[in-house]
């Protein structure tokens, strides 16, 4: 059976449910977002943004209207975008394109929540078309995508699956230039290899492929180039001794996945065998803490003490996670700051690290589905240093 990526129509009727009772509860009678995220959740609708606003309304009355330029119109009905489609001709117009929608919607009068992502210049036109009415930030539609319906959750499954293969290739790749005897890969050829390995995996088993922001590839660094936390793929080839990450992930139907391993190249040393094993103690603690009930700070300061008993805590530079689902970074965050309350149906990443200046990175992540009971991991590919070591 053929895996088809796009969700069924019978979906978005149970998410609009969903956005209405946060809304009133909140005493919000519209909602108004042009994030690119939130638009796909609310309608099924993924574009390109540009300078052209494509913006959803969601009202309490049942109506979901989307604006976009005539240009994607026959993009959107080929989508079939849940929502009544309203076009303006041109960017930026004789009339205002938002316009056209407070035309169709008649605003006046009403508390409008708007995507606290939304720039000043369209803060700006959309006050100006909406004149009458309250806007106000808000984040009703991104709380709404926290908790994951289950054909969201089986999209999430199947990007981790090809996030594991991706890694296996990433591996593979180096293991076969070993034997052969010849020169080792540089970061960009890994980079390349794996990409290509997830997307052309997706065209050949999916039906139906959503080209997300990022269908699949990742961070690929090695030796001091991985102490940058979201160093980009270089020129450099690995070479003997190196630790090097494969930082990796895809999407797909839009929903992301992550997985990250670091690796050795040759026979570790005492002080890659500190670090690695610090790193996967952090991880595997860290993700016996993420449960529900469990706040998203005290998950985060579980994990990363971990770090800071093995007398690490100085080559910390980031949180233990953050939640993963239209975006590869959205809220909430597994950080000292977020209170938020992790509940069964939450998708996040566990992914500790360290970097030594100089030296490397080490990092190790996986996407987890918080459970019931506690929280299951969706990336399988070994953790352990002896999995994680490319004999010479």
């Given at each position: 059976?053929?895996?088809?990526?796009?969700?069924?129509?019978?979906?978005?009727?149970?998410?609009?449910?969903?956005?209405?009772?946060?809304?009133?509860?909140?005493?919000?009678?519209?909602?108004?977002?042009?994030?690119?995220?939130?638009?796909?959740?609310?309608?099924?609708?993924?574009?390109?943004?540009?300078?052209?606003?494509?913006?959803?309304w969601?009202?309490?009355?049942?109506?979901?209207?989307?604006?976009?330029?005539?240009?994607?119109w026959?993009?959107?009905?080929?989508?079939?975008?849940?929502?009544?489609?309203?076009?303006?001709?041109?960017?930026p117009?004789?009339?205002?394109?938002?316009?056209?929608?407070?035309?169709?919607?008649?605003?006046?009068?009403?508390?409008?929540?708007?995507?606290?992502?939304?720039?000043?210049?369209?803060?700006?036109?959309?006050?100006?078309?909406?004149?009458?009415?309250v806007?106000?930030?808000?984040?009703?539609?991104?709380?709404?995508r926290?908790?994951?319906?289950?054909?969201?959750?089986?999209?999430?499954?199947?990007?981790?699956?090809?996030?594991?293969?991706?890694?296996?290739?990433?591996?593979?790749?180096?293991?076969?230039?070993?034997?052969?005897?010849?020169?080792?890969?540089?970061?960009?050829?890994?980079?390349?290899?794996?990409?290509?390995?997830?997307?052309?995996?997706?065209?050949?088993?999916?039906?139906?492929?959503?080209?997300?922001?990022?269908?699949?590839?990742?961070?690929?660094?090695?030796?001091?180039?991985?102490?940058?936390?979201?160093?980009?793929p270089?020129?450099?080839?690995?070479?003997?001794?190196?630790?090097?990450?494969?930082?990796?992930?895809?999407?797909?139907?839009?929903?992301?996945?992550?997985?990250?391993r670091?690796?050795?190249?040759?026979?570790?040393?005492?002080?890659?065998?500190?670090?690695?094993?610090?790193?996967?103690?952090?991880?595997?603690?860290?993700?016996?803490?993420?449960?529900p009930?469990?706040?998203?700070?005290?998950a985060?300061?579980i994990?990363?003490?971990?770090?800071?008993?093995?007398?690490?805590?100085?080559?910390?530079?980031?949180?233990?996670?953050?939640?993963?689902?239209?975006?590869?970074?959205?809220?909430?965050?597994?950080?000292?700051?977020?209170?938020?309350?992790?509940?069964?149906?939450?998708?996040?990443?566990?992914?500790?690290?360290?970097?030594?200046?100089?030296?490397?990175?080490?990092?190790?992540?996986?996407?987890?589905?918080?459970?019931?009971?506690?929280?299951?991991?969706?990336t399988?590919?070994?953790?352990d240093?002896?999995?994680?070591?490319?004999?010479?």
């Open positions: 059976m053929v895996f088809s990526q796009r969700l069924s129509p019978d979906f978005f009727p149970r998410v609009h449910e969903r956005v209405r009772a946060a809304m009133s509860d909140a005493g919000v009678d519209a909602i108004l977002t042009d994030d690119p995220e939130d638009i796909a959740y609310l309608t099924g609708f993924f574009h390109h943004p540009s300078e052209r606003p494509v913006a959803v969601l009202d309490l009355t049942g109506e979901v209207v989307m604006l976009v330029p005539a240009l994607e026959e993009y959107a009905q080929a989508q079939n975008a849940t929502a009544e489609l309203v076009t303006f001709p041109e960017y117009g004789v009339v205002p394109p938002f316009e056209f929608l407070a035309r169709r919607v008649g605003a006046a009068g009403r508390r409008i929540g708007f995507t606290a992502t939304m720039s000043t210049s369209r803060l700006l036109a959309a006050q100006a078309a909406f004149g009458g009415s806007l106000e930030p808000s984040d009703i539609v991104l709380q709404s926290y908790l994951k319906f289950p054909e969201e959750i089986a999209l999430h499954r199947e990007a981790a699956r090809i996030t594991d293969l991706m890694l296996l290739a990433g591996v593979e790749l180096v293991r076969d230039a070993v034997a052969a005897g010849g020169r080792l890969p540089s970061e960009a050829e890994l980079e390349r290899h794996v990409t290509s390995v997830g997307v052309s995996t997706m065209y050949a088993e999916h039906e139906n492929v959503v080209v997300a922001s990022l269908l699949a590839g990742g961070l690929v660094y090695s030796g001091a180039n991985s102490a940058f936390p979201h160093g980009l270089s020129a450099e080839r690995l070479q003997p001794g190196d630790t090097f990450m494969l930082s990796l992930g895809c999407a797909v139907g839009g929903r992301f996945v992550e997985g990250e670091t690796f050795v190249l040759g026979e570790p040393t005492a002080d890659q065998i500190r670090y690695h094993d610090t790193i996967r103690e952090a991880q595997e603690v860290g993700a016996q803490a993420i449960a009930g469990v706040e998203c700070r005290e985060n300061r994990c990363l003490d971990v770090i800071r008993a093995a007398g690490l805590g100085e080559h910390l530079r980031h949180r233990q996670g953050h939640g993963i689902g239209l975006g590869m970074h959205e809220a909430p965050w597994l950080e000292d700051g977020d209170a938020t309350v992790l509940a069964a149906g939450m998708v996040v990443s566990n992914e500790p690290g360290i970097y030594i200046p100089g030296h490397a990175g080490y990092r190790i992540s996986d996407s987890m589905l918080v459970t019931d009971s506690g929280a299951e991991r969706l399988s590919f070994p953790r240093l002896a999995s994680c070591t490319i004999a010479l």
